[in-house]
């Protein structure tokens, strides 16, 4: 039993214990090119949040993760098979309820540990904040918190080799194998202003995509998934641990 993982701890430990950061990981479940499962987003949620939250608790953190959502926004994807899509909307009302519970219990900071990068967390932590002032909320892209060209050689954003790499790690029985792999080859949108960057439209991904993958994987190993999971962990974690420390009154300087 891990104390600071929710699902595996029990009433008896914990009807006397209090933790200062709740941790929600947030996966997707979707098409990862050829050869990852479905569920890859949210086994990445999974076992960097327990991981970075270890850390955190070796150093003195009380933090508690709370089991992963399953699923995000994938409405770009609505004709791939089975990629199962939370309106935005939808995961609002999830966040409330998440976050009504743990203001009532004295649980005031939240981090939402974000797996997906369909996934937009920015408006609703805003419309959470106004509604419960006492609560202080954030989210990680744990998927940006390092510069990747260090670790991997080719640019992707899906299925791509720092996924790749990191299922190699965390799940090699999951992915199949290299004859398998798609090339993550990708169309990017004719209009310039949009490879740019200011200008933003929700990508077709059926079209941009014939094996769902964006990035090409070929240069993935175990051994740069280990190496990225360590980092990744260890910079999260840090930053855990950090918040747990934080006096919610005294966050600026």
């Given amino acids: 039993m891990r104390p600071y993982i929710l699902a595996e701890t029990n009433w008896k430990a914990l009807k006397d214990d209090r933790f200062d950061v709740a941790v929600l990981p947030w996966g997707a479940t979707e098409a990862h090119n050829y050869h990852l499962p479905y569920g890859t987003d949210v086994y990445e949620s999974d076992l960097l949040a327990a991981e970075s939250a270890k850390v955190a608790w070796e150093k003195g953190g009380r933090a508690i993760v709370l089991p992963s959502i399953p699923f995000g926004v994938n409405t770009g994807q609505s004709d791939i098979y089975l990629d199962i899509n939370l309106n935005p909307s939808t995961q609002l009302s999830i966040l409330c309820d998440v976050v009504e519970v743990l203001n009532r219990q004295g649980v005031k900071k939240l981090l939402i540990f974000n797996?997906?990068?369909g996934n937009n967390f920015k408006p609703l932590v805003r419309e959470l904040g106004l509604k419960y002032p006492d609560m202080f909320i954030c989210f990680a892209n744990w998927f940006q918190s390092l510069d990747k060209t260090k670790y991997f050689e080719h640019e992707g954003d899906h299925a791509d080799?720092?996924?790749?790499?990191?299922?190699?790690?965390?799940?090699p029985?999951?992915?199949?194998?290299?004859?398998h792999w798609g090339t993550g080859a990708s169309k990017g949108y004719k209009i310039k202003s949009f490879t740019e960057g200011w200008v933003w439209a929700e990508r077709?991904?059926?079209?941009?995509s014939e094996d769902t993958g964006v990035g090409d994987p070929t240069s993935s190993?175990?051994?740069?998934?280990?190496?990225?999971?360590?980092?990744?962990?260890?910079?999260?974690g840090d930053f855990i641990f950090e918040l747990c420390?934080?006096?919610?009154?005294?966050l600026y300087e």
């Fill in 204 to 208: 077709k991904w059926s079209q941009i």
């Fill in 115 to 117: 797996s997906h990068g």
């Fill in 245 to 250: 420390k934080a006096d919610l009154n005294d």
């Fill in 161 to 171: 080799e720092m996924e790749t790499s990191l299922m190699l790690y965390l799940k």
């Fill in 221 to 236: 190993t175990k051994e740069k998934g280990e190496r990225f999971f360590k980092d990744v962990t260890q910079k999260v």
């Fill in 173 to 179: 029985d999951l992915v199949l194998p290299k004859e």
